[in-house]
């Protein structure tokens, strides 16, 4: 397909999946032929049908959206900066940091989940850049060695408050790991919106330097951009951003890793492009496999293992299609 | 899980919830229980002195005060906690010299390595009422206390039958529960809170064929109960559900008809203590019914019943 075509369908088509997917849910109190009997007979209770729709569909859809192109930005920049296909948002132990800050607030009860799962996130991303800075400087290597340290640090501890824990509430631990969008509603969606419009504000305003600083610190000195101060700020709207979204909707993983290389590979390397590209179609696709998760049986299937069941085939498709050039 | 049998030397044979025979010489003496609701079996049969090790569940806040009461080795951490439902330490296990454990069929490999050790192992799992009953009465065998287990059984199943013959209804309430993981998690039609349900004279509204469910919200509006039941919670209590916006339009909510049980170790559905849950949830659903059935008496009378003079305690 033509790319101009398929980028203006990835801008235009979040609107209509956004609107289709408020008609898709469990609910018969909601289904297309209940509503077309209420508005032509007016058969059905308007408070039930406004619970579902509004108080239980639109929260669950934006908050879906939102948290998908959070992800894939975040990913995409992370990516950019550390000059390394492999990385996302997690790599500097977010999702291990955001578990634990869960794990320890569903087993004693301490702080809100939400409140202790970003604290603790923050808290990972931000020891593993202490741990890598040294003599002012910070070293991508160090920089992701330090990440995967903290990680372990953070998962061995998630580990020992499950073993503390009683069988009621491991059970939500890992509920929560493996996504929870199901319980979203608008406080949640009200607590994560500031923090992720900032971050993604300024993902924004910096794609066209990610260009630059993907090329090397030694090139961005050249092109008059200060590598260190520019990253940092990345590193810190990017953290900021995915780590509301995952306080709010859990661990959704390798969603931003898989996402910006599905971007790439439909526009090419370009991260001014790729910034709101990556936004709408994470929040698109992400809400895709939301609606299979919450419609394929009567009950809540996690969206964790939708994402790689329905995001690995479309993956390997494009991996299979295009040619990146990742093989030389 | 095969059917496995053990040789004719042995006197005492049960077959246990994985279907394995469990064949002991003499009555188990030194046992070592990883079940919370299987050691109050155990207490309930008077078999204590026969406890040389219990689940570090037994410790925990929920239920720590009650078993204090019932025994004072738990009461001073005096009694060895090698493992719990999840995790188990073999070397302590193997050190305690235990002639039976007592543990989940669900941790297979925990279940492994003790029989590797040459150590009797009764592994549970229950998923109904009748499944208590064949646990209290198998446990009886393995503790030579048969007598009392059949005591035990017949006061319970006398219970059920006086009260489901009152609580019989042709328009029963519909009940939503909640288990204490959050608002969504509830119990299907193949668990004991079903059965809960049914001999309360009322009806689960989720009809799934599971025993542990995560639901949408969207179900839940849809089931519309006229009650939710919520399992003991130490973090949020009735109060906060029926502040629940994106719910408040549904019957439970309407009518503040939310309600919680009490105490783990009182409404244990898993023990046969599940009788006085059952007339809990009856009162909550049908107020005018059963308004000359006092809790509190109902409660004195099972301690008493269950666990004997040690049931005063309790009471206490």
């Known amino acids: 397909m033509n790319k101009r075509i398929l980028k203006i369908l990835i801008f235009a088509l979040p609107l209509p999946v956004i609107l289709a997917s408020m008609f898709i849910g469990p609910s018969q109190t909601a289904s297309p032929k209940a509503l077309y009997n209420f508005i032509f007979s007016n058969s059905l209770s308007p408070e039930l049908l406004q619970s579902v729709l509004f108080g239980v569909r639109l929260p669950r859809i934006l908050l879906t959206f939102i948290t998908g192109g959070t992800l894939a930005v975040s990913g995409c920049s992370i990516q950019a900066i550390f000059r390394n296909p492999l990385t996302d948002p997690y790599i500097l132990g977010l999702s291990a940091g955001a578990a634990f800050g869960a794990a320890l607030a569903l087993a004693f009860f301490f702080i809100p989940v939400q409140l202790s799962a970003f604290l603790f996130g923050l808290l990972a991303v931000g020891s593993s850049y202490f741990m890598a800075r040294k003599n002012k400087n910070v070293s991508i290597i160090s920089l992701i060695l330090s990440g995967i340290v903290v990680s372990g640090i953070f998962t061995a501890l998630l580990t020992i408050v499950q073993y503390y824990t009683d069988p009621f509430k491991l059970q939500s631990i890992v509920h929560w ?9 608008w406080s949640k969606l009200q607590s994560s919106i500031v923090p992720v419009t900032i971050g993604i504000t300024v993902l924004f305003f910096y794609r066209w330097r990610l260009n630059v600083l993907a090329l090397g610190d030694d090139e961005a000195r050249t092109a008059g951009i200060n590598p260190d101060k520019d990253k940092l700020i990345i590193l810190v709207a990017a953290t900021l951003a995915s780590s509301s979204v995952v306080a709010v909707a859990g661990v959704i993983g390798l969603y931003g ?68 050039g990742w093989d030389k | 899980m095969g059917n496995k049998t053990v040789g004719s030397a042995f006197s005492i044979k049960v077959t246990d919830f994985r279907g394995k025979e469990i064949g002991l010489e003499k009555p188990a003496s030194r046992i070592i229980c990883l079940i919370e609701s299987g050691l109050s079996g155990l207490y309930m049969l008077n078999a204590e002195n026969q406890v040389i090790g219990v689940s570090s569940a037994i410790y925990n806040e929920s239920v720590a005060e009650q078993y204090a009461t019932l025994d004072e080795r738990i009461k001073y951490k005096k009694l060895p906690a090698p493992g719990n439902w999840d995790f188990i330490s073999i070397e302590n296990i193997v050190a305690l010299e235990p002639d039976l454990v007592i543990i989940w069929a669900s941790q297979t490999e925990a279940i492994q390595a003790i029989e590797e050790h040459g150590i009797p192992v009764y592994a549970v799992f229950l998923k109904s009422f009748d499944d208590v009953y064949k646990e209290i009465k198998d446990f009886g065998i393995l503790t030579g206390k048969n007598q009392r287990a059949d005591s035990l059984i017949n006061y319970t199943k006398a219970e059920i039958a006086t009260f489901s013959e009152l609580s019989k209804n042709t328009s029963p309430k519909s009940v939503y529960f909640m288990w204490s993981q959050g608002l969504l998690e509830t119990a299907g039609t193949t668990s004991t809170v079903n059965e809960l349900i049914e001999l309360a004279g009322a009806k689960n509204c989720c009809t799934i064929d599971q025993e542990h469910v995560v639901i949408n919200k969207e179900n839940l509006i849809d089931w519309n109960p006229d009650l939710i039941v919520m399992w003991h919670n130490a973090n949020i209590d009735p109060g906060d559900i029926l502040s629940l916006s994106e719910i408040k339009h549904i019957n439970a909510i309407k009518n503040k008809q939310v309600f919680e049980f009490p105490s783990v ?52």
């Open chain 1, 177 to 185: 790991t493996m996504g929870n969008l199901h319980n979203a509603n």
């Open chain 1, 257 to 324: 890793l898989i996402v910006p290389h599905m971007v790439r590979m439909m526009f090419g390397p370009d991260n001014a492009q790729s910034i709101p590209l990556n936004f709408f179609f994470g929040g698109m696709f992400l809400l895709i496999i939301d609606n299979f998760s919450r419609t394929i049986s009567g009950f809540e299937l996690p969206i964790g293992a939708f994402t790689m069941l329905l995001g690995a085939p479309f993956f390997i498709f494009l991996l299979k299609k295009t040619n990146i």
């Open chain 2, 265 to 316: 170790f009182l409404c244990d559905l898993w023990t046969l203590k599940f009788p006085f849950a059952v007339k809990m949830l009856a009162k909550w659903c049908y107020p005018s019914k059963f308004e000359t059935i006092n809790l509190d008496d109902e409660k004195n009378k099972m301690f008493i019943e269950l666990y004997g003079k040690r049931g005063n305690n309790l009471i206490k």
